[in-house]
């Protein structure tokens, strides 16, 4: 597999972890643990439920939560749209006003649309130029109508890290709005602590977390009394909330890729780091370049790096051959558009579109990123070049 | 995005990149890069018995992989063009043999404005020289 493509793109997805995939296996076939955990009158439905009930704790333990608070999903998507559906559902009486970031991934983005469409109103905070948000301004957009407000912990495109705990502070002390967290990002790569941030409603996904496809959950505090209408009936699985038999193997999977990260975070956020610092090192030598969200709290594994003097699409093609990237966030760049994210924190057009978004993982290694700093490098001068940039040929100081 | 065999050839490896200095030498650009596409082509002119004809051609593009590939193809095509003569091939053509999507027809007409200009600045310059 030499001439495979480094895979730099650990933010899109993940493989799953072997110790994940050998459990979610045992769940699998006649001789394994193949019952309906819905099943309560035997022993395969018994069996498959202790399995279930096995992984959610292993959520709750890697998340700081209780094992009641996890309700399994299909995937963050339809957890971030629970979680807005929902709420905004449950409260429609007490408000219908919701609170956002210009940032947010698109399935928070669209369920805001839609609930626009049905008559709420959304207020959508830009970030400032690094791409945080000040806690307080997110506290400011909060009124007596608001039922909702919802932040994602760490940017998928940008790797900026919100401060998810100072806004839930400061929100519910104005309001009486639900906080929703979407951590889809966060597993493995900062602490996430479901009970300490004060928050309400937090998503997550197996897949960015070396679990599988298909996995996700949303955390729903019971302790704070948050309250939710289910988007599916039929069954009345994981509390009301989510009919729908469980998929034994994915939660057990799921489960499993959660421990391991969460033991693992430590060790890998040192050597993440490192790295990413290298690959930026070499990155900042050609030199016409922006680190985006360089002045804000960031996690390591996500380096989105702006050429300027590039196309994006050729950009994008020039290193394709080499290197498993993507430019702006990987649900949105088949459209070929400039990223919103990047447009959020000012960038203009051209700028947002020549980014690249390097996202490192548990399988990368000091050659992966010389390897991908020299086909960046060549790829960028090349292109320059052939455009008669004023850069093109010559080295200069990083900006 | 997917590219054809010819796309790919000439946006790795294109032919004809850069610019021409000289009195016989004539510019023209088209686009901008703020809007995406710009593309610039530079023509020696010398003549053969009687007639102008393009010598030479280079150019340099701001662009998709199909623009730096169209413009490379039609620098190299030139050679022996009358500067009176519009693209070696039509746009439309240009576009079914690099396999664009059709959304991209209007940056391939940033390649043969680009062309067009470098001609007509030669074309006035032997006009007036004729005159």
Same mark, same amino acid.
């Given at each position: 597999?030499?001439?495979?493509?480094?895979?730099?793109?650990?933010?899109?997805?993940?493989?799953?972890?072997?110790?994940?995939?050998?459990?979610?296996?045992?769940?699998?076939?006649?001789?394994?643990?193949?019952?309906?955990?819905?099943?309560?009158?035997?022993?395969?439905?018994?069996?498959?439920?202790?399995?279930?009930?096995?992984?959610?704790?292993?959520?709750?333990?890697?998340?700081?939560?209780?094992?009641?608070?996890?309700?399994?999903?299909?995937?963050?998507?339809?957890?971030?749209?629970?979680?807005?559906?929902?709420?905004?559902?449950?409260?429609?009486?007490?408000?219908?006003?919701?609170?956002?970031?210009?940032?947010?991934?698109?399935?928070?983005?669209?369920?805001?649309?839609?609930?626009?469409?049905?008559?709420?109103?959304?207020?959508?905070?830009?970030?400032?130029?690094?791409?945080?948000?000040?806690?307080?301004?997110?506290?400011?957009?909060?009124?007596?109508?608001?039922?909702?407000?919802?932040?994602?912990?760490?940017?998928?495109?940008?790797?900026?890290?919100?401060?998810?705990?100072?806004?839930?502070?400061?929100?519910?002390?104005?309001?009486?709005?639900?906080?929703?967290?979407?951590?889809?990002?966060?597993?493995?790569?900062?602490?996430?602590?479901?009970?300490?941030?004060?928050?309400?409603?937090?998503?997550?996904?197996?897949?960015?977390?070396?679990?599988?496809?298909?996995?996700?959950?949303?955390?729903?505090?019971?302790?704070?009394?948050?309250?939710?209408?289910?988007?599916?009936?039929?069954?009345?699985?994981?509390?009301?909330?989510?009919?729908?038999?469980?998929?034994?193997?994915?939660?057990?999977?799921?489960?499993?890729?959660?421990?391991?990260?969460?033991?693992?975070?430590?060790?890998?956020?040192?050597?993440? !780091? =490192?790295?990413?610092? +290298?690959?930026?090192?070499? #990155? *900042?030598?050609?030199? %016409?370049?922006?680190?985006? &969200?360089?002045?804000?709290?960031?996690?390591?594994?996500?380096?989105?790096?702006?050429?300027?003097?590039?196309?994006?699409?050729?950009?994008?093609?020039?290193?394709?051959?080499?290197?498993?990237?993507?430019?702006?966030?990987?649900?949105?760049?088949?459209?070929?558009?400039?990223?919103?994210?990047?447009?959020?924190?000012?960038?203009?057009?051209?700028?947002?579109?020549?980014?690249?978004?390097?996202?490192?993982?548990?399988?990368?290694?000091?050659?992966?990123?010389?390897?991908? !700093? =020299?086909?960046?490098? +060549?790829?960028?001068?090349? #292109? *320059?070049?052939?455009? %008669?940039?004023?850069?093109? &040929?010559?080295?200069?100081?990083?900006? | 995005?997917?590219?054809?065999?010819?796309?790919?050839?000439?946006?790795?490896?294109?032919?004809?990149?850069?610019?021409?200095?000289?009195?016989?030498?004539?510019?023209?650009?088209?686009?901008?890069?703020?809007?995406?596409?710009?593309?610039?082509?530079?023509?020696?002119?010398?003549?053969?018995?009687?007639?102008?004809?393009?010598?030479?051609?280079?150019?340099?593009?701001?662009?998709?992989?199909?623009?730096?590939?169209?413009?490379?193809?039609?620098?190299?095509?030139?050679?022996?063009?009358?500067?009176?003569?519009?693209?070696?091939?039509?746009?439309?053509?240009?576009?079914?043999?690099?396999?664009?999507?059709?959304?991209?027809?209007?940056?391939?007409?940033?390649?043969?404005?680009?062309?067009?200009?470098?001609?007509?600045?030669?074309?006035?310059?032997?006009?007036?020289?004729?005159?």
């Amino acid at each position: 597999m030499s001439a495979s493509p480094v895979y730099l793109d650990y933010a899109a997805t993940t493989p799953v972890a072997p110790e994940a995939a050998a459990r979610m296996t045992e769940c699998l076939t006649r001789d394994g643990t193949f019952g309906n955990p819905g099943s309560a009158s035997h022993a395969y439905g018994e069996e498959a439920s202790a399995r279930v009930e096995a992984a959610r704790a292993q959520v709750a333990t890697a998340l700081g939560a209780e094992a009641a608070d996890i309700v399994f999903t299909s995937g963050a998507t339809e957890a971030n749209n629970l979680a807005i559906f929902g709420t905004a559902q449950y409260y429609k009486d007490a408000g219908r006003h919701i609170v956002t970031a210009r940032t947010e991934h698109k399935s928070v983005l669209d369920p805001c649309r839609e609930l626009e469409r049905r008559g709420w109103t959304v207020t959508y905070l830009k970030p400032g130029a690094e791409g945080a948000l000040d806690p307080a301004r997110v506290a400011a957009a909060v009124r007596p109508d608001t039922v909702l407000v919802s932040i994602m912990h760490v940017n998928n495109e940008t790797g900026v890290i919100a401060d998810v705990g100072a806004i839930a502070a400061l929100s519910t002390r104005i309001g009486n709005a639900r906080i929703h967290v979407d951590a889809a990002q966060s597993v493995g790569k900062c602490e996430v602590d479901f009970a300490a941030l004060g928050v309400d409603l937090l998503s997550v996904s197996a897949h960015k977390a070396y679990g599988p496809k298909g996995a996700g959950a949303l955390l729903v505090s019971r302790r704070r009394g948050a309250h939710l209408m289910p988007m599916l009936y039929g069954g009345g699985q994981e509390g009301g909330l989510r009919s729908g038999t469980v998929a034994t193997h994915q939660a057990v999977g799921m489960g499993a890729a959660f421990e391991i990260a969460s033991a693992a975070r430590g060790t890998e956020h040192g050597r993440i !780091a =490192a790295l990413g610092e +290298r690959l930026w090192g070499a #990155l *900042r030598e050609v030199g %016409g370049v922006v680190l985006n &969200g360089a002045a804000a709290a960031r996690v390591p594994h996500v380096v989105n790096v702006s050429f300027e003097g590039v196309e994006g699409e050729s950009l994008l093609a020039a290193v394709q051959p080499h290197l498993a990237v993507s430019t702006g966030s990987a649900c949105t760049s088949a459209t070929q558009e400039p990223s919103y994210v990047l447009r959020a924190l000012g960038r203009d057009d051209r700028l947002a579109e020549s980014s690249l978004r390097f996202s490192l993982g548990r399988f990368t290694n000091e050659a992966d990123i010389d390897t991908a !700093a =020299a086909v960046v490098t +060549r790829a960028v001068e090349r #292109l *320059r070049r052939i455009a %008669g940039h004023r850069d093109a &040929g010559r080295r200069i100081a990083g900006t | 995005m997917s590219y054809n065999e010819l796309t790919r050839r000439y946006f790795h490896d294109p032919a004809c990149i850069g610019t021409l200095e000289g009195p016989d030498c004539y510019r023209g650009a088209a686009g901008s890069r703020s809007a995406g596409t710009w593309v610039q082509f530079d023509i020696r002119l010398g003549r053969a018995g009687a007639e102008p004809r393009v010598r030479e051609a280079r150019f340099l593009a701001f662009g998709c992989p199909h623009v730096i590939a169209a413009a490379s193809l039609v620098a190299e095509q030139a050679e022996g063009a009358t500067p009176e003569s519009r693209l070696p091939q039509s746009v439309h053509a240009l576009r079914e043999r690099l396999e664009a999507p059709v959304e991209k027809l209007g940056r391939l007409f940033v390649v043969e404005d680009a062309w067009i200009a470098a001609l007509q600045a030669a074309h006035s310059h032997i006009t007036q020289s004729s005159c």
